[in-house]
């Protein structure tokens, strides 16, 4: 072999092997590229303004097949460096945004709407968020389930700390709802009114009629205006005995106790109520069935027509030691034992910031489900403002239930309204039992003169040099023009300077 082929077996390998490496960065930047996208869709799927980010790496991993195809048909040396170093970058930015999700993960606020307030502050808890709780009646969000919030979704949860969310607390059972005659309405129809207008007290009962069909109402008892917690009883129609037909059980388990009851009445079932403790379901839910599913009951028999259901009811809630607890704690207590729960802040120089200063109920209390917890917080100490007016200190102390005594001197040398002084300086720790007291400027003080007798000018002359200001009005009487009979305040008396005068002329 001479020195050209040799030459030319060399070029041959050299290309090749730049050949392998331009297929090797493309095939690296399309694996890294798609396992981005995949990475962004599993962790993205459920969180609403993600979409954006889904739809870019998409595009993203669609460029890059296109890079690939186009790499591999590329034979220009030059063109193909270009495409190694396109190739180098486009695996880098992937594989960097890849490890940047891993290790350092942004985490946003979920859209909590309609979700229960369990779910929402199990999810607090983990990322150490207080979840605060106000409760609203309302008629379309069901019990529990939150209305709103006052962070938006898609919020990255850094350096947040607290969420407001507004809890329904179901209907509101002090409005009043106009009751008509429901007399020879159908069953279906009368249970459809009362779930669209919240009757909370509504009893149904059922007996044999020879000339009322079945499921028709006999009979009612209220026809007015009423609230929604008063009660209500009326009669339906089962029918004629004889026509009474077996009965395919239904499943009644996760239904409230009147549903239930009510399909018991309208086959002629005789069901009992038992109740049994349970931390799952809400209270007046069915829980079991003594007779099963697709089970076939004779009414007319005494002996099977026995229906025993199952309904749940909550234990008695003793409360924990809240002042050994953290507010995030105390919300998930209390959320998991379906109780409201309130939060108010006070400043207190003794107990640290975010501790319990105080609650309505203590250590071993017992409480029932829908009560509400009254959760005093600690704010940590606080310490004197400044201030420009009185007004001002007034308001912020007020507001932060600190107890202060103002008193008002005369002073030549302190303009009237600013401090003269305080037993407090600014910035100053003010504890628990500490009494502010300040001591505010009327301004100077005079001496009212005695100017009965004098004429309107000499008055005028004499309150001017009092520095009082002097208000003249004339009164019927035998006495001279424009004397003084009278003045509104007694001669001698010390009152702060420019004080009105009310002085009395002869007419």
Same mark, same amino acid.
């Given at each position: 072999?001479?020195?050209?082929?040799?030459?030319?077996?060399?070029?041959?390998?050299?290309?090749?092997?730049?050949?392998?490496?331009?297929?090797?960065?493309?095939?690296?930047?399309?694996?890294?590229?798609?396992?981005?996208?995949?990475?962004?869709?599993?962790?993205?799927?459920?969180?609403?303004?993600?979409?954006?980010s889904i739809i870019s790496v998409i595009v993203l991993?669609?460029?890059?097949?296109?890079?690939?195809?186009?790499?591999?048909?590329?034979?220009?040396?030059?063109?193909?460096?270009?495409?190694?170093?396109?190739?180098?970058?486009?695996?880098?930015?992937?594989?960097?945004?890849?490890?940047?999700?891993?290790?350092?993960?942004?985490?946003?606020?979920?859209?909590?709407?309609?979700?229960?307030?369990?779910?929402?502050?199990?999810?607090?808890?983990?990322?150490?968020?207080?979840?605060?709780?106000?409760? +609203?009646?309302?008629?379309?969000?069901?019990?529990?389930?939150?209305?709103?919030?006052?962070?938006?979704?898609?919020?990255?949860?850094?350096?947040?700390?607290?969420?407001?969310?507004?809890?329904?607390?179901?209907?509101?059972?002090?409005?009043?709802?106009?009751?008509?005659?429901?007399?020879?309405?159908?069953?279906?129809?009368?249970?459809?009114?009362?779930?669209?207008?919240?009757?909370?007290?509504?009893?149904?009962?059922?007996?044999?009629?020879?000339? *009322?069909?079945?499921?028709?109402?006999?009979? +009612?008892?209220?026809?007015?205006?009423?609230?929604?917690?008063?009660?209500?009883?009326?009669?339906?129609?089962?029918?004629?005995?004889?026509?009474?037909?077996?009965?395919?059980? %239904?499943?009644?388990?996760?239904?409230?106790?009147?549903?239930?009851?009510v399909y018991c009445g309208r086959n002629a079932l005789?069901?009992?109520?038992?109740?049994?403790?349970?931390?799952?379901?809400?209270? /007046?839910?069915?829980?079991? &069935?003594?007779?099963?599913?697709?089970?076939?009951? %004779?009414?007319? %028999?005494?002996? &099977?027509?026995? *229906?025993?259901?199952?309904?749940?009811?909550?234990?008695?809630?003793?409360?924990?030691?809240? #002042?050994?607890?953290?507010?995030?704690?105390?919300? !998930?207590?209390?959320?998991?034992?379906?109780?409201?729960?309130?939060?108010?802040?006070?400043?207190?120089?003794?107990?640290?910031?975010?501790?319990?200063?105080? #609650?309505?109920?203590?250590?071993?209390?017992?409480?029932?489900? /829908?009560?509400?917890?009254?959760?005093?917080?600690?704010? /940590?100490?606080?310490?004197?403002?400044?201030? !420009?007016?009185?007004?001002?200190?007034?308001?912020?102390?007020?507001?932060?239930?600190?107890?202060?005594?103002?008193?008002? +001197?005369?002073?030549?040398?302190?303009?009237?309204?600013?401090?003269?002084? #305080?037993?407090?300086?600014?910035? &100053?720790?003010?504890?628990?039992?500490?009494?502010?007291?300040?001591?505010?400027?009327?301004?100077?003080?005079?001496?009212?003169?005695?100017?009965?007798?004098? !004429?309107?000018?000499?008055?005028?002359?004499?309150?001017?040099?009092?520095?009082?200001?002097?208000?003249?009005?004339?009164?019927? %009487?035998?006495?001279?023009?424009?004397?003084?009979?009278? +003045?509104?305040?007694?001669? /001698?008396?010390?009152?702060?300077?420019?004080?009105?005068?009310?002085?009395?002329?002869?007419?």
């Amino acid at each position: 072999m001479n020195d050209k082929q040799k030459l030319e077996e060399k070029e041959i390998k050299k290309a090749k092997a730049f050949q392998i490496l331009t297929y090797f960065c493309l095939s690296l930047s399309l694996i890294s590229t798609i396992t981005y996208m995949i990475y962004t869709i599993l962790n993205s799927s459920n969180i609403l303004n993600q979409v954006i980010s889904i739809i870019s790496v998409i595009v993203l991993a669609i460029f890059a097949v296109l890079y690939v195809v186009m790499g591999m048909f590329a034979q220009n040396k030059t063109v193909k460096t270009l495409l190694i170093i396109g190739s180098l970058l486009l695996s880098f930015y992937s594989i960097f945004q890849i490890v940047n999700a891993m290790f350092f993960p942004k985490d946003y606020v979920l859209d909590f709407t309609g979700v229960d307030i369990k779910e929402v502050v199990a999810w607090a808890e983990e990322r150490e968020i207080l979840i605060e709780q106000e409760f +609203q009646n309302s008629d379309t969000v069901l019990e529990y389930k939150v209305i709103s919030q006052d962070v938006k979704e898609g919020t990255l949860t850094k350096d947040l700390d607290k969420i407001k969310v507004i809890v329904s607390s179901g209907p509101d059972t002090s409005i009043s709802t106009e009751v008509t005659s429901m007399v020879g309405w159908n069953l279906d129809d009368v249970i459809a009114f009362v779930d669209e207008n919240h009757l909370t007290n509504v009893t149904i009962e059922f007996e044999f009629s020879n000339t *009322v069909k079945k499921d028709i109402i006999i009979s +009612q008892d209220v026809i007015q205006e009423i609230k929604r917690d008063d009660p209500i009883k009326l009669v339906s129609s089962l029918g004629k005995e004889d026509e009474l037909k077996n009965v395919t059980m %239904d499943n009644l388990v996760g239904l409230d106790t009147f549903h239930a009851l009510v399909y018991c009445g309208r086959n002629a079932l005789n069901c009992s109520i038992e109740y049994a403790y349970s931390e799952e379901k809400e209270e /007046g839910i069915v829980l079991k &069935q003594s007779i099963k599913e697709w089970e076939v009951i %004779d009414p007319k %028999d005494e002996n &099977q027509n026995k *229906v025993i259901l199952t309904v749940a009811r909550k234990n008695a809630i003793t409360v924990p030691d809240l #002042s050994n607890m953290t507010a995030t704690e105390i919300t !998930t207590w209390a959320t998991n034992n379906r109780l409201k729960i309130e939060f108010t802040e006070e400043y207190d120089d003794s107990i640290k910031a975010g501790k319990v200063i105080s #609650s309505n109920y203590i250590k071993g209390n017992t409480v029932e489900v /829908g009560d509400t917890i009254q959760v005093v917080l600690s704010k /940590g100490p606080i310490h004197m403002i400044p201030f !420009t007016t009185v007004d001002e200190f007034v308001q912020w102390a007020d507001e932060n239930k600190i107890i202060y005594h103002i008193d008002y +001197q005369y002073s030549t040398s302190v303009e009237k309204g600013k401090l003269i002084s #305080s037993s407090h300086k600014e910035n &100053q720790l003010i504890k628990n039992s500490d009494t502010i007291k300040l001591v505010i400027s009327q301004g100077g003080s005079t001496i009212v003169p005695n100017i009965v007798g004098m !004429t309107k000018e000499e008055a005028t002359n004499r309150c001017n040099q009092a520095n009082i200001i002097c208000k003249f009005i004339y009164a019927d %009487d035998n006495t001279s023009y424009n004397i003084v009979t009278k +003045q509104s305040m007694k001669s /001698g008396s010390n009152v702060p300077v420019d004080t009105t005068v009310t002085v009395t002329l002869g007419k």
